[in-house]
């Protein structure tokens, strides 16, 4: 179990040339380097599984036995949301044109994810992981991620606070109706973003959206489509929550005003899943967290690579490197969450 840290006992920023000196290393060994082989086996093979996942659908015809193949597209849809994670951190290609271009297509078309939106939210998180008023991913929304945000609920809010850690999970079957609604919604009213790209995004997620409804209520019955639509939709969700929800919830957090410098701050609010080629594969890479945050460029299959390196300069500077398996990472977000929602439970004292 990782000790407690105490962030106001963190060095401010003086210590900032620890990272420089681990980036001459990583990139000494080649890790930043494109892997262009590798990410277009990745897509090709992608591409075809959702196409054969469709192709099946489609043979299948009006039967129950579709819940199966929304459970598989469940699954693909997550692998492709990979995809246009790695595209967004310029991990696939040299050209910034060139990943907007992936990252559209497998968000925006083949996911119906809104990537500008999601970039913007996403490189907020990374330039500042679990710190509050900073950090989107632990802003106060339908769960409570500190004390604080749990106190100020008030009414469904507060009941839903006391009760997060047990209702975590089974909230989780939203998250992917929640991400669909989010990126139209700041498609809708995001500034900064030219006309032409929001009229790209807004094409691609509209085809995206009327061929999957089309497909469905064309092939199912209007009954099986709906379950089809639940089923499929709510393990997407389930699953992208699962990927992303073991990497911060649970770590340390830090306030508004604490300041530390890149490396600790990227090391210290990140967890590592243990685990082999599987492990890799089911999480997208996202395992290697504490990696990925301080090379977000680093293309995904070298991440493995540079754990070695990375674990071993963070014990020479005495910054504690955190790693654990997957069910025990689950364990310490729900006691998080559950610890978050203590001062509203009258029964304990706190």
Request: charge should be positive; hydrophobic fraction near 40%.
């Amino acid at each position: 179990m990782m000790p407690a840290t105490d962030l106001r006992d963190l060095p401010a920023t003086g210590r900032g040339s620890d990272y420089a000196e681990l980036s001459r290393e990583v990139k000494q060994t080649g890790l930043l380097r494109r892997r262009p082989g590798y990410y277009c086996v990745k897509i090709v093979v992608n591409l075809f599984l959702l196409a054969a996942g469709w192709t099946v659908f489609a043979l299948i015809g009006r039967s129950w036995w579709q819940l199966l193949v929304a459970v598989f597209l469940a699954v693909m849809f997550t692998q492709t949301a990979f995809i246009g994670h790695d595209a967004g951190h310029q991990q696939i290609s040299g050209s910034k044109r060139v990943n907007t271009l992936l990252g559209r297509l497998h968000g925006n078309l083949l996911v119906g994810l809104s990537y500008g939106w999601w970039i913007s939210k996403h490189n907020r998180h990374h330039a500042h992981p679990n710190q509050i008023d900073r950090d989107p991913d632990i802003a106060d929304g339908a769960i409570a991620f500190t004390e604080d945000h749990a106190r100020a609920r008030r009414g469904p809010g507060a009941w839903l606070a006391r009760h997060q850690a047990w209702l975590f999970f089974p909230m989780l079957l939203l998250e992917g109706l929640n991400l669909h609604i989010a990126g139209v919604r700041a498609l809708l009213t995001r500034t900064g973003s030219s006309q032409a790209t929001k009229l790209a995004e807004a094409g691609l997620l509209t085809a995206h959206l009327s061929g999957y409804l089309t497909a469905l209520f064309w092939v199912l019955s209007p009954g099986q489509a709906v379950c089809f639509l639940i089923v499929q939709q709510g393990l997407f969700g389930l699953y992208m929550g699962c990927s992303f929800a073991p990497n911060h919830k649970g770590m340390p957090i830090f306030t508004k005003d604490d300041k530390t410098d890149y490396l600790r701050r990227q090391v210290l609010t990140s967890r590592n899943i243990r685990g082999g080629r599987l492990t890799d594969f089911a999480l997208g890479g996202l395992n290697y967290q504490i990696e990925h945050h301080l090379f977000p460029s680093m293309p995904r299959p070298s991440l493995r690579h540079a754990q070695k390196l990375i674990r071993t300069f963070c014990a020479q500077h005495d910054v504690a490197y955190y790693e654990t398996g997957i069910f025990h990472s689950y364990a310490q977000v729900l006691l998080h969450l559950h610890k978050v929602g203590g001062p509203l439970r009258p029964e304990l004292e706190y």
